[in-house]
């Protein structure tokens, strides 16, 4: 799950539904750093909250993989942990770049409006 999509559903108070409904909710590290600034920005007391009560997990270690120029740090570690995963992964991602990169690979997506779509069946 990319920053975007984590900042929008605490928003929301959403986070909860992402265990409820995928079972396992995991970001990277780099994912991390970009929500959990240490200035309050938005979202941020909200995702903090969702990881000590492991809601979220948060992985090691950014995985290695392909390089993704066109993207920014957290949207191409959320792909290259989703690559690494293996098949059935889901990516959580807003930004149309992402998206296309996730399709070009394979890889399963949804977005925002997509979990909470979700959540509401």
């Known amino acids: 799950m990319n920053a975007s999509p984590l900042i929008g559903l605490a928003h929301l108070d959403g986070l909860a539904w992402l265990r409820k409904l995928y079972d396992r909710a995991l970001i990277t590290p780099t994912v991390r750093s970009e929500v959990l600034t240490g200035f309050g920005r ?16 948060v992985l090691r270690r950014d995985p290695a993989g392909p390089l993704f120029p066109a993207l920014d740090d957290g949207e191409a570690s959320t792909i290259r942990a989703a690559l690494a995963h293996g098949p059935g992964a889901l990516v959580i991602l ?12 394979g890889l399963r997506y ?11 069946r």
């Open 94 to 105: 807003d930004e149309l770049s992402a998206r296309k990169a996730a399709r070009r690979l």
């Open 42 to 57: 938005p979202g941020e007391a909200e995702v903090s909250a969702a990881i000590r009560r492991r809601q979220i997990g």
């Open 110 to 120: 949804t977005g925002t409006a997509g979990v909470i779509v979700e959540a509401k």
